[in-house]
């Protein structure tokens, strides 16, 4: 076996050895005489070697020529253009997107390639590539050399019309996703590096099999100030993308977001509150039992952020959730059905611990009635039930009680008006779950709701001393 052989035999790039043969000959003619066959055949095999990349992921410009294998996931038009001179000929380009297990890219065919590939390509096809990577308009693509179809190997990334949540895999574009929509965030703009302004927003749909983050760029940022959680949309041309370990759904200038008529149903999947453990991002469902007042503060750069508290219960505990940034704004009222993903588990007041909803949590009111009529006593108590029954009896009877004893307060006030029965005086000792004027102390069997001028905080355990009426108290000593 001659030396050319010995190198070819040792190379995993996919080359024949006629076609190698050539390429050896080649690079002794470009030496000069100034290399044997052996040392061009080491060139070359470097040169090979350099340009078999693992995967559409380890392309990026700067390399001189890459190799691989990849998936057809969508097929563009070709278009026509004007070449400078005026005799030359129009040339033609086809854009088409490719994929692998490890993302995805785009790749160009000119002239006799492209008005080739137009008749044959189609998504679903597996194809070996040779080519330039360039830094084009939307990322990395690849200027095509030679490009030919390979039935033999296997790309694990599907390619269909619709798709679900559980379906989508990196590296897939022109998704359609229809899905119910979870939650919207606010536009926000940043500085690109050529000096223009970008416009990004997301937010979040979900389907039986689950839910994913939807962003939207520039022209498309703006759709989420015109789009309420609850309708059903479908999210059109969209390209799928990893961020953080996790998968996103982008829509750039040629996707949409529209809104369909469909009836699409989302379960989400919640870690019990008692389960939940410092330094995880959890899923949570529960009634909102407190709300706390919108408070803003000065961060150390000098901007403004804000903080909003609520309490959360489900049947196996309560837990305080801090809604940050845009997430204060949410208008959660007690009686809420919500559900909240990927909180952040911290260490809280007291030893306790608390969730933290930031930019990248979802929050979900799972039921449509009147729960803050109800938690006024407006509401009669079955409007309460329907919103709660799926959390057992225990978060019922919490919130029937609540509903309940308010009623009845007011009807004790009422009776004031014609009755000179004293109230009776009480001394409460429970933990504040809810801070303000009124401040809602829960001792763990019973919640009750005391008028108070002192300073106290959420998770601060305090005993009250005072007249009480019904399910409220008049504090006169708070300690």
Excluded: C
Excluded at 321 to 343: I, N, Y
Excluded at 361 to 382: H, Y
Excluded at 392 to 402: C, L, P
Excluded at 454 to 469: I, K, M, N, S
Aim: aromatic share 4%; glycine share 10%; net charge negative.
């Amino acid at each position: 076996m001659g030396v050319i052989d010995e190198v070819h035999g040792d190379l995993d790039a996919d080359i024949s050895l006629d076609e190698f043969r050539d390429a050896v000959e080649e690079k002794v003619e470009q030496m000069g005489g100034l290399a044997d066959e052996e040392t061009a055949a080491m060139l070359i095999a470097h040169e090979l070697d350099e340009s078999e990349v693992n995967g559409v992921a380890d392309i990026e410009p700067g390399i001189e020529e890459v190799k691989f294998v990849a998936k057809v996931t969508s097929v563009g038009d070709i278009r026509t253009f004007e070449r400078d001179g005026d005799d030359a000929e129009d040339g033609h380009v086809l854009n088409v997107d490719v994929a692998d297990e490890t993302g995805s890219i785009r790749i160009s065919l000119w002239d006799e390639q492209a008005r080739g590939a137009e008749e044959e390509l189609e998504p679903g096809q597996v194809l070996r590539i040779k080519g330039r990577p360039t830094d084009g308009y939307s990322g990395t693509e690849v200027n095509v050399d030679q490009a030919e179809p390979d039935d033999d190997t296997e790309i694990d990334v599907q390619v269909q019309d619709s798709y679900s949540v559980s379906d989508l895999s990196l590296g897939l574009s022109d998704v359609n996703l229809p899905g119910k929509l979870l939650d919207t965030g606010t536009v926000r703009t940043f500085d690109r590096d050529d000096g223009s302004e970008g416009k990004v927003a997301n937010l979040t749909v979900g389907d039986e099999t689950g839910r994913i983050r939807i962003t939207l760029w520039d022209e498309r940022a703006d759709i989420v100030e015109e789009l309420e959680p609850g309708i059903t949309v479908e999210i059109v041309d969209g390209y799928v993308r990893e961020r953080d370990g996790n998968l996103e759904l982008h829509v750039g200038n040629r996707g949409a977001v529209e809104e369909i008529d469909a009836d699409i149903e989302y379960v989400p999947e919640s870690t019990p509150i008692a389960n939940l453990e410092i330094g995880d991002t959890e899923d949570i469902t529960g009634v909102i039992r407190s709300s706390d007042p919108k408070r803003t503060f000065d961060r150390d750069d000098g901007s403004e952020g804000q903080v909003k508290n609520v309490r959360v219960q489900d049947e196996t505990g309560d837990i305080r959730v801090a809604l940050w940034g845009e997430k204060a704004d949410r208008e959660l009222a007690p009686g809420d059905k919500v559900a909240f993903a990927d909180v952040s588990i911290k260490d809280g007041w007291a030893d306790d611990i608390e969730a933290s909803a930031g930019w990248q949590s979802t929050i979900s009111v799972l039921d449509n009635s009147s729960p803050t009529d109800a938690a006024n006593g407006e509401s009669d108590t079955n409007e309460a039930e329907t919103g709660l029954d799926a959390f057992g009896s225990d978060v019922e009877g919490d919130v029937e009680e609540t509903t309940t004893t308010e009623t009845e307060s007011d009807s004790t006030a009422d009776a004031n008006t014609t009755s000179t029965d004293d109230g009776e005086q009480v001394e409460f000792t429970g933990t504040v779950v809810q801070a303000g004027n009124p401040v809602v102390l829960d001792d763990g069997e019973e919640t009750i709701s005391v008028e108070t001028d002192a300073d106290v905080h959420l998770g601060q355990e305090v005993t009250v001393r005072g007249e009480r009426r019904g399910g409220k108290l008049d504090a006169e000593d708070v300690f």
